[in-house]
């Protein structure tokens, strides 16, 4: 509660706070909300400005630039709140185990972990939408398994991929801070005592050590989802992301800036509202760490 009332004095946490919210509104109710289908368009009305019948304009195929990006704000906010719950339950139960066993295990656990930073995060990520999006990979294997994740990946316009290449790197940063957090926990008085006193390994992990852990963990995992919300986007830009006509800001900023000279609104539009997001996001955080910082009690 004192954690709460610290948050909301801090007027841009509330502020982000506020707009993610709004947001979170609008992709729930996106189909409600969006004045006309994102993938429909009509050729006759291409680059129509802003007006009556496009609020925000329409791009290069006729379609309504603020139905595009209502939608868009699902992909976002979904990639940035599943990459965050997948770094955070990852990254967290595996430091937690490296740091609380240590010895072997943890310098085991700590190797892999190395490994994994040993390659530029995001070049991994290109390497594995290029890999998961290649006709090799779709028509040459003939494994039911490959078969039915490439539909559901069709079935989520190509965002299930996005996650999996997000997921395998995103949970590293995580699991050092978290053991970091474990290793100096376990050696605290009352740690030492509940094990002392018979407590089994997973008790002493989900009463003591977590509880007392959890906050900076939340504070670095909500710091992180603008990271994947960029990456989402930098793919979406460079055609790797979402598969068309699944509206994305960053395929609706490269599709927009190719004609930027006369049409400046179609990539000035979600350019803002990526910023913006990514913004807001950081503002949050940082509230967040000072909310849940001891040292401001």
């Not at 729930?28 to 004045?35: K, S, V």
């Not at 209502?70 to 967290?92: E, K, P, Q």
């Not at 000035?268 to 040292?295: C, E, V, W």
């Amino acid at each position: 509660m004192d954690a709460f009332l610290r948050l909301t004095k801090n007027k841009m946490a509330v502020v982000g706070a506020i707009f993610i919210v709004f947001l979170v509104i609008i992709a729930i109710f996106a189909p409600y909300i969006a004045p006309k289908d994102y993938s429909e368009g009509n050729f006759i009305d291409n680059y129509a400005k802003p007006g009556d019948d496009y609020l925000l304009g329409a791009d290069f195929m006729g379609r309504d630039v603020l139905s595009r990006l209502i939608y868009g704000t699902r992909i976002s906010l979904s990639v940035g709140f599943l990459g965050a719950f997948i770094a955070f339950i990852l990254g967290v139960t595996y430091g937690i185990i490296s740091g609380f066993y240590g010895g072997q295990v943890d310098e085991i656990m700590m190797r892999i972990v190395d490994i994994f930073y040993a390659f530029p995060t995001l070049l991994l990520i290109i390497l594995l939408m290029v890999l998961f999006k290649s006709n090799i990979f779709q028509v040459a294997i003939n494994n039911i398994f490959i078969q039915t994740i490439i539909k559901i990946d069709d079935a989520w316009g190509g965002l299930f991929f996005i996650m999996i290449g997000i997921s395998v790197t995103s949970w590293v940063g995580m699991a050092r801070i978290a053991r970091g957090l474990t290793l100096s926990a376990k050696e605290k008085e009352y740690i030492q005592a509940a094990i002392a006193t018979g407590n089994n390994t997973f008790r002493v992990i989900f009463r003591h050590i977590l509880p007392n852990i959890i906050g900076p963990c939340i504070v670095t995992v909500t710091l992180s989802i603008p990271g994947f919300i960029g990456t989402e986007a930098f793919l979406s830009f460079i055609g790797l992301g979402v598969n068309p006509p699944t509206p994305s800001w960053g395929i609706m900023i490269s599709e927009g800036y190719k004609a930027m000279q006369s049409y400046p609104h179609l990539a000035l539009y979600p350019g803002m509202i990526l910023a913006l997001t990514m913004l807001s996001f950081n503002f949050l955080g940082d509230g967040l760490r000072d909310a849940l910082d001891p040292r401001m009690r």
